[in-house]
């Protein structure tokens, strides 16, 4: 009998921690490390938070960090679109898309980050600079539609492992618009500028 509840306990224990654990990814728990960003012009910062951007470590691709965007106007941080690729010691980028494919067109963000330590969590990393650049893709076209797919059914992800299958598949799919982008030369806004700080 002790046997078979210890059994029972094991299983509860892997579940939750499962669950717990694709909470997390989805953005339904804090992430382990959030930034709250000031946007820089003319090389003064505002003193207004501007947006915050939250991370959770993963071991996607040898370990990285999974991003998450913060919605001001419920205060919560949204499942996780793509995840951190190095690009250096010191610099981070990732992307994400958004905007309603209805209107016509679809934001693909690209977002560079430079710090002082590539994990996130280190004490080293006091200030943070991060550049956002946006390109407009028009809904019609073959690479946002396949984003606009593998987002769906990323955010429809029932297990951790669908997610992370799921994730890298958005990923390459984020990618592949922006080399098209770069390809086509299509127009990419000016970077804008934050400085970012942890809470």
């Not at 793509?82 to 693909?108: C, H, M, R």
């Not at 769906?152 to 618009?177: G, P, R």
């Amino acid at each position: 009998m002790k046997k078979l509840l210890f059994t029972l306990f094991l299983v509860y224990q892997f579940i939750n921690t499962s669950v717990t654990a694709l909470e997390k990814e989805m953005g339904k728990i804090k992430p382990e490390v959030v930034i709250a960003c000031k946007e820089i012009k003319n090389g003064v910062e505002s003193e207004e938070v501007f947006f915050k951007k939250g991370f959770n470590k993963t071991d996607l691709i040898g370990g990285t960090w999974l991003t998450h965007t913060h919605k001001w106007d419920s205060n919560i941080f949204v499942p996780a679109e793509d995840f951190l690729t190095s690009l250096d010691e010191k610099t981070y980028i990732w992307a994400n898309v958004s905007g309603d494919p209805i209107e016509g067109s679809q934001a693909l963000f690209i977002n560079v980050l430079e710090l002082e330590d590539k994990d996130l969590s280190s004490q080293k990393n006091k200030r943070f600079i991060l550049q956002e650049f946006i390109i407009m893709l028009l809904t019609p076209l073959e690479i946002s539609q396949d984003m606009i797919k593998s987002k769906k059914i990323l955010l429809d992800s029932k297990t951790q492992v669908e997610f992370k299958n799921n994730i890298i598949d958005h990923h390459m799919k984020l990618q592949k618009a922006q080399k098209y982008a770069m390809k086509n030369e299509m127009r990419m806004s000016k970077p804008y500028i934050y400085a970012c700080y942890k809470e």
